[in-house]
Structures are given as C-alpha cells and as structure tokens.
C-alpha cells in the first residue's frame, strides 16, 4: 500500500490521497472538472497540472481568470513560438523567453532578422502546434546532465545559463520535439493557445549588454478568448498611432543619430521650441512657489563623488573625465552644488526651508538594450529641486509639493496614482529617522486625502519615497514625479543650521521632480496628446496657406503682425495645390489654419479655421492674435499667454 498523505483545499476541506497522486486528480475530485484549471499552487508554489504531490500539502487550483493565469499561458506560448521557429530555423540558438507586462517574447540568435513574411509562417505554425495539443511534460535532471543535453543540442546560450545556476537539480519542459530549461509552470498542453498574435521584431542583445551578440526579439501577446485578445490589438494599433517616435519624426520634433550616439536626443526647431515652453512654464511656476533658480557645473571633481557616496553606489552609471591629471564625473544628478550653495553661508533657521531649483541636464550610463525613445536616454534634463528644512516644517513642504504635483498635472489634463516606497533591507539612517520621514509622506497624502500604495522596501538605501504614476490617454502609467527623503546628504556634506536654541541641528533634505525628466515628460506628452498639441504648447499655433501666388505678400503682411503679437505662425510658400497645403498642415496637427485668398486679401482680413474643421468668420489679424492668447490661457488654466516664448 503506498503511503497516504493529506491535502489541505482552500475551502477549508482535507482530503487524503495516496503518495504521488497528481495535482490534477486532487483537483478533480472535488466535483470540478479538472479542465476548469491551467495550473495549481502547492505550498503557494505555482506548479503544473501533472506535477505528482509526494508530502501533505496546501492544495489550490489556478483558473483561467485567476491572477497570474495569463502569465502561464504566454510563457507557454512563447515556448510553442520557440518550437515553431526551429521547425523554419532549426539551425537558431535559443535564449531567453519570457512572460512579460502584455504578452511574451522569446530571443533566437540567427543568420539574418525575422521578416514579417517568417512571423506569419511561425504564427501559423503555432496554430498547428496548437492544434496537436502537445502535452507539456516536466522532467527534473542534475545540472550537469542538463549541461550535456544542451551542448549537445549546441543550445550555447541555455549552457551558459547553466554553468551561473547553483541549483544541483534543474527542471526541463518539453512539448513534441522541443525542449527547454525551464522553471515553468506550463499550461497541460498546447491545445489551450487559441487567442495570440507574433505584433513585432526587434534586435536585443544578449543580456542587454552591447558588448553580447545581437539575438532577434519576436514579440507575441496571448490571451485564453479571442475577444480580449481584440481589444488588446485595438489598443496596440492606437498606441503605435501615437507612439512618439514616430510622431516625433513625423512633425519634426527631434531626432537621433548614430553618429552622435545612442540615447542622446537631438532637438529640431519645432521639438526645442515646446521644451522651451514648458521650461519657462516650469521656471514660473517654481518662482511662485517659493524656490530660487540655480545652475551648477556639468562636470565635478570626483573627490567630490565619493564623498557623496555616488562614488560607491551609482559609479557605473556615470561618465568619469580627465582635466589636469584630475578626475571629474559628469553629473548624475544635481543634488551636490545645491548643497554647496546651502554650505556657503551659515544658515539660520529663519532662512528656511530654502528651495533650490534647478533645469539640471544630467547624463547617466544605462544599457543600450533600454534605451528607447525619449522615454530612456542617456542625457536628459530634470527639473529638480532640493529643499532643505527643519524637520518641524517637512509635512508642510511636502504638502505643498503634493500640490505643485495635482496642479500641473491638471494643467496637463493627467490623472495619476501614488505610491510611497519603504525602508529597504540595505539603508543608512536611524530608525528615528526613517520613522519620521515615511510618517511625514503618509501624513501629507493623508491630510490631502490621496489613496496611496505603500511598496514595502523598494525606497532608496538613503530615504523613503514618494513615486507619481500618471495615468494618459490610453490608461498607460508612467513614472514622472517623485519626491525622496534623503538622510545621508545632509550629513556627509555636514549640514546645519543655526536653531531658535542657537545650538547646531541637521537640516532635512528633499529631492523632488515634478515633470521628471523633459525628454521623458515630453515622449509621454506627445503621446497623451498624439501630436496634437494645446494650443500654449503648440510650436506652431498658425498655418497660412494662400490660394495661389498672387496671396503671398499679403499673406507675409499677416504673417509679420501676428508674429509681432507673439503668434507663432508661418506661412507655406511652396507653390502646391491649396488642397495639398491644407492636407499638410492637418498632418502637422497646427491648431489653426489660415486660408488666404482673393476676398481676404481684398477686405484685409483673415478667415481662420480649426484643427477639428471648425470655421471661424472673418476677422482681423488684430483679433485673431486676440482669440489665440485667449485660447492659451484658457488651455493653460491660466498660466500662459502668448507672451511664454
Ligand atoms: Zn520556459
Ligand atoms: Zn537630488
């Protein structure tokens, strides 16, 4: 007789079963079909169907709706996506092929990239996979017999993997022909892949490293109906719509260049002109704020980095120069003349809080296989402030930061989300200090009656955090804010202030953004907005088309007053067809078009016409100018008017 062991169900019920009875026939037992579950939890483990249970245990199965279902079935996917593309290639190298945010992708070292032809061919493949409802079998092996199975399929990528595991047993998963190391779990059999679709290829190299082999990336997404899976692929064709790439490029907003190097923007006229829009945005809306205006140097003596710890903890993301037989960093982050500027002069507690602000351009080391888009570059600038205060006056400061934050956004038309982040297992500071810092960031959200998430242990070594996910057009969260507690600065740069009891006390430190990072904020602006700008942030707020030649010095004429206003405003003097130039400016999302012809040119007047096809009656330049400053007030709730450039 084999051995009994029990099984406890998440009804509260226990069942006994004989030793080695498998997950599946648990499950089935209790009334359900076991074809209502892709996969189980043992001990709170997710494993397979199949997988035989050996001890007394806690017993749950994983339905198709239950959290962490779908990420089962695109793993699976994207090991049937592997299976497929060896049938076409078998001569590829398989690497890594993981679940990820909204689908799967799986990396192949081969000859030449994928074309959309080979995505389609391997799409269909995996329908036939699908189709032959291939069991996904399980099998655990000493470390060194996997070695040996993997070399001697010349899967190197898979060997190397191995030779950095500790682990003296590893699992491998095969369906049909195809065999990969794999923790899994896996869904059963490959007949529960019914809604997919392979959505694009990119290169990536080898652990994101660009010193690695390039591999060829497919991307595939997975749902278990076909309903769902539509709705996703809607969203993916609106997202590449307005993926700011390609909108960058198609308004001429920036560009980058091998030439010059990866992740470092190159700003166009049109692309330069809203960044100086919302820097002097930003400059105004920190002046009322309370904050002074700084700027410090680019590069800093590296003595200076250590002492600031960024030497230790951040070195292989910065950029180190030589000047004089002296080493410098290029700045990371602006934090260290801010508080230089604090050491220059004895501090009184009357003098605080001090808000230092600055534009700060900053250059950090990230790995070429993130960069992407202005979303990850190398180079970007931050607007960035420090605030240094008594720790009486820190609610206050962050309070008013959580509404600098609420009112710009709004401005912006972003809804978002917080979350506070907490001491992490590796910190410095005293759990005095750490009690009062995230104490503080929960009060203020508290008293602001914000619903917040805490992150247990993801705040930084030096201090607790809060992080601001904004919410745009298509749902998506981006991290922009962020306001961090910092204990350590203050500290190693000894800094003090002079207190009511005229003995020496430490000031509290904070560092805050509000757009983040420009190059960042504005890859997501262009996004939320597709291209089409407000019309206080649009570069260019009028086009004037004329009907034919004849127009052009009155169109000129025009084009000098509103300039002479503060419009931004050209005129298209290339000798096209009206309807062309029309077509055009609604491509380049102008707000307004001005058409200019006979009759205009007769009465003196303009007839302007709106990006959504909106016409306006006649009107002088004089009040046209007038209904733009009014509609840049009313779009900037208020802040901007023609006069921001
Ligand atoms: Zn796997
Ligand atoms: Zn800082």
């Given at each position: 007789?084999?051995?009994?062991?029990?099984?406890?169900?998440?009804?509260?019920?226990?069942?006994?079963?004989?030793?080695?009875?498998?997950?599946?026939?648990?499950?089935?037992?209790?009334?359900?079909?076991?074809?209502?579950?892709?996969?189980?939890?043992?001990?709170?483990?997710?494993?397979?169907?199949?997988?035989?249970?050996?001890?007394?245990?806690?017993?749950?199965?994983?339905?198709?709706?239950?959290?962490?279902?779908?990420?089962?079935?695109?793993?699976?996917?994207?090991?049937?996506?592997?299976?497929?593309?060896?049938?076409?290639?078998?001569?590829?190298?398989?690497?890594?092929?993981?679940?990820?945010?909204?689908?799967?992708?799986?990396?192949?070292?081969?000859?030449?990239?994928?074309?959309?032809?080979?995505?389609?061919?391997?799409?269909?493949?995996?329908?036939?996979?699908?189709?032959?409802?291939?069991?996904?079998?399980?099998?655990?092996?000493?470390?060194?017999?996997?070695?040996?199975?993997?070399?001697?399929?010349?899967?190197?990528?898979?060997?190397?993997?191995?030779?950095?595991?500790?682990?003296?047993?590893?699992?491998?998963?095969?369906?049909?022909?195809?065999?990969?190391?794999?923790?899994?779990?896996?869904?059963?059999?490959?007949?529960?892949?019914?809604?997919?679709?392979?959505?694009?290829?990119?290169?990536?190299?080898?652990?994101?490293?660009?010193?690695?082999?390039?591999?060829?990336?497919?991307?595939?997404?997975?749902?278990?109906?076909?309903?769902?899976?539509?709705?996703?692929?809607?969203?993916?064709?609106?997202?590449?719509?307005?993926?700011?790439?390609?909108?960058?490029?198609?308004?001429?907003?920036?560009?980058?260049?091998?030439?010059?190097?990866?992740?470092?923007?190159?700003?166009?006229?049109?692309?330069?002109?809203?960044?100086?829009?919302?820097?002097?945005?930003?400059?105004?809306?920190?002046?009322?704020?309370?904050?002074?205006?700084?700027?410090?140097?680019?590069?800093?003596?590296?003595?200076?980095?250590?002492?600031?710890?960024?030497?230790?903890?951040?070195?292989?993301n910065m950029y180190f120069t030589?000047?004089?037989?002296?080493?410098?960093g290029v700045k990371p982050?602006?934090?260290?003349?801010?508080?230089?500027?604090?050491?220059?002069?004895?501090?009184?507690?009357?003098?605080?809080?001090?808000?230092?602000?600055?534009?700060?351009?900053?250059h950090r080391h990230?790995?070429?296989?993130?960069?992407?888009?202005?979303?990850?570059?190398r180079?970007?600038?931050?607007?960035?402030?420090?605030?240094?205060?008594?720790?009486?006056?820190?609610?206050?400061?962050?309070?008013?930061?959580?509404?600098?934050?609420?009112?710009?956004?709004?401005?912006?038309?972003?809804?978002?989300?917080?979350?506070?982040?907490?001491?992490?297992?590796?910190?410095?500071?005293?759990?005095?200090?750490?009690?009062?810092?995230?104490?503080?960031?929960?009060?203020?959200?508290?008293?602001?009656?914000?619903?917040?998430?805490?992150?247990?242990?993801?705040?930084?070594?030096?201090?607790?955090?809060?992080?601001?996910?904004?919410?745009?057009?298509?749902?998506?969260?981006?991290?922009?804010?962020?306001?961090?507690?910092?204990?350590?600065?203050?500290?190693?740069?000894?800094?003090?202030?002079?207190?009511?009891?005229?003995?020496?006390?430490?000031?509290?430190?904070?560092?805050?953004?509000?757009?983040?990072?420009?190059?960042?904020?504005?890859?997501?602006?262009?996004?939320?907005?597709?291209?089409?700008?407000?019309?206080?942030?649009?570069?260019?707020?009028?086009?004037?088309?004329?009907?034919?030649?004849?127009?052009?010095?009155?169109?000129?004429?025009?084009?000098?007053?509103?300039?002479?206003?503060?419009?931004?405003?050209?005129?298209?003097?290339?000798?096209?067809?009206?309807?062309?130039?029309?077509?055009?400016?609604?491509?380049?999302?102008?707000?307004?078009?001005?058409?200019?012809?006979?009759?205009?040119?007769?009465?003196?007047?303009?007839?302007?016409?709106?990006?959504?096809?909106?016409?306006?009656?006649?009107?002088?330049?004089?009040?046209?100018?007038?209904?733009?400053?009014?509609?840049?007030?009313?779009?900037?709730?208020?802040?901007?008017?023609?006069?921001?450039?």
């Amino acid at each position: 007789m084999p051995k009994e062991i029990e099984i406890a169900l998440p009804d509260g019920s226990k069942q006994r079963v004989a030793q080695g009875t498998a997950v599946s026939e648990i499950l089935g037992k209790k009334g359900h079909s076991p074809k209502g579950y892709v996969a189980a939890k043992l001990n709170g483990q997710p494993v397979d169907l199949s997988r035989s249970v050996e001890e007394d245990a806690v017993l749950e199965g994983i339905e198709a709706d239950s959290p962490g279902a779908l990420e089962i079935l695109r793993h699976s996917a994207a090991h049937i996506m592997a299976q497929a593309v060896k049938s076409f290639f078998p001569e590829a190298r398989i690497a890594i092929g993981p679940a990820i945010e909204n689908g799967f992708y799986y990396d192949f070292d081969v000859s030449r990239p994928f074309t959309q032809e080979d995505l389609e061919k391997i799409e269909t493949r995996m329908r036939e996979i699908a189709s032959q409802k291939l069991a996904f079998s399980r099998r655990d092996m000493p470390r060194e017999e996997a070695i040996g199975l993997f070399s001697g399929l010349g899967e190197k990528y898979k060997v190397e993997l191995l030779e950095e595991f500790t682990d003296p047993v590893v699992s491998i998963y095969q369906q049909g022909d195809f065999i990969d190391l794999c923790r899994g779990p896996h869904i059963p059999d490959s007949g529960l892949l019914r809604a997919f679709k392979l959505t694009s290829v990119a290169g990536a190299y080898w652990r994101g490293d660009e010193h690695n082999p390039m591999l060829q990336r497919i991307y595939g997404t997975a749902f278990w109906d076909v309903e769902s899976l539509k709705k996703y692929l809607a969203f993916l064709e609106e997202a590449q719509k307005r993926d700011h790439r390609r909108l960058g490029k198609e308004l001429d907003l920036f560009s980058f260049s091998d030439e010059v190097g990866a992740g470092m923007v190159i700003w166009h006229p049109k692309g330069a002109l809203i960044r100086h829009i919302l820097e002097n945005f930003e400059k105004r809306e920190h002046l009322r704020r309370g904050y002074q205006i700084v700027i410090g140097p680019t590069l800093l003596k590296t003595e200076l980095w250590k002492r600031s710890g960024h030497f230790d903890h951040y070195r292989e993301n910065m950029y180190f120069t030589e000047i004089d037989e002296q080493s410098y960093g290029v700045k990371p982050m602006n934090c260290l003349s801010h508080m230089l500027i604090y050491k220059s002069k004895i501090r009184s507690y009357r003098d605080l809080p001090l808000r230092y602000f600055e534009l700060g351009t900053v250059h950090r080391h990230e790995k070429s296989g993130v960069l992407h888009g202005l979303l990850r570059v190398r180079q970007f600038t931050q607007d960035d402030a420090h605030i240094l205060c008594t720790p009486d006056q820190l609610n206050d400061e962050i309070k008013s930061i959580i509404d600098f934050v609420i009112e710009v956004m709004g401005i912006f038309g972003f809804e978002f989300e917080m979350e506070i982040s907490t001491r992490p297992e590796k910190s410095i500071g005293t759990d005095e200090d750490w009690e009062r810092a995230t104490g503080a960031l929960m009060k203020a959200l508290d008293e602001k009656g914000f619903r917040y998430q805490i992150c247990e242990g993801d705040g930084a070594f030096y201090g607790p955090k809060i992080d601001v996910k904004l919410k745009d057009a298509l749902d998506r969260r981006w991290q922009c804010a962020t306001i961090q507690c910092d204990f350590t600065l203050p500290e190693r740069f000894d800094l003090t202030y002079v207190g009511a009891d005229g003995a020496r006390h430490r000031p509290v430190m904070v560092h805050r953004v509000i757009l983040g990072a420009i190059e960042r904020f504005m890859g997501v602006l262009i996004e939320h907005y597709a291209g089409a700008f407000p019309t206080w942030l649009a570069p260019l707020q009028a086009m004037i088309v004329t009907v034919t030649d004849g127009q052009i010095d009155f169109a000129r004429e025009v084009c000098r007053q509103l300039q002479g206003r503060g419009v931004r405003v050209e005129v298209d003097m290339r000798s096209e067809k009206l309807g062309y130039k029309i077509r055009d400016a609604q491509m380049q999302k102008v707000p307004y078009m001005l058409v200019i012809g006979n009759k205009e040119v007769e009465n003196g007047t303009i007839a302007p016409r709106r990006r959504d096809g909106t016409q306006l009656s006649l009107m002088t330049p004089a009040q046209f100018a007038e209904l733009v400053e009014k509609e840049c007030i009313e779009s900037s709730k208020g802040r901007v008017g023609l006069n921001i450039v």
